[in-house]
């Protein structure tokens, strides 16, 4: 199983990056896909979720409006368009793959990418 999250990077306030995500090694349409975010000296908190699908969504209060998270079964990817984005933001932003029921919850997710570094400064 591999998760292999890319593109990460500097930005300014304001400004947009999207995160992309490619999985391989298991059967993807199967499972849900979230994102995460641990900040230094923070706890790994929960930013988005999407369904097998792609027809359900969920969102962190503090993303929600200006991150959009999808999916592409047929390309085994998962997205996370951040707009807006604030230093508030920054951390190092994880995929990982679940099988919920509650997406928002660290343990319902059995495999996790390595991670890539957003930094946004004022």
């Known amino acids: 199983v591999q998760l292999q999250a890319y593109g990460g990077g500097s930005v300014l306030a304001g400004g947009s990056l999207i995160l992309s995500c490619a999985a391989s090694?298991?059967?993807?349409?199967?499972?849900?896909m979230g994102w995460f975010r641990q900040a230094p000296g923070k706890e790994r908190e929960f930013v988005a979720a999407v369904n097998w699908n792609g027809d359900y969504t969920q969102y962190n209060d503090s993303v929600k409006g200006r991150f959009v998270i999808s999916r592409d079964n047929a390309k085994k990817m998962v997205y996370l368009q951040m707009n807006s984005l604030t230093p508030e933001d920054t951390a190092v932003y994880y995929c990982a793959a679940g099988q919920g029921p509650k997406y928002s919850s660290i343990r319902s997710y059995g495999f996790w990418g390595q991670g890539t570094l957003v930094t946004v400064s004022s």
């Open positions: 090694g298991f059967i993807f349409e199967n499972w849900g």
